[in-house]
């Protein structure tokens, strides 16, 4: 029933399809990477296209910054 009521964001959005392919490929190379500088270096990748995937999943849902700082206050802080 919750599902019938929250508003959907277009699931076909080439933008965000774009972005996710390229933070799964970008995890693949992560796994598989042998030295620290390149994971490092893809490391910093992969952060940087989830923040934009973030980006682009609060434009789809029309959110303001006010939202957006209470979405975010919300996420899981790393521990590492």
């Known amino acids: 029933m919750y599902l019938r009521a929250a508003p959907l964001a277009d699931s076909n959005d080439l933008t965000l399809e ?19 500088h390149e994971k490092t270096i893809l490391q910093r990748e992969v952060e940087a296209t989830d923040q934009n ?10 959110l303001n910054t006010d939202e957006v700082a209470i979405v975010d206050a919300m996420k899981p802080r790393d521990t590492e």
Request: without cysteine.
């Open 18 to 36: 774009s972005l996710v392919t390229r933070i799964l490929h970008l995890k693949e190379r992560l796994a598989k990477a042998r030295t620290d």
């Open 53 to 62: 995937i973030d980006r682009r999943v609060y434009e789809l849902y029309g």
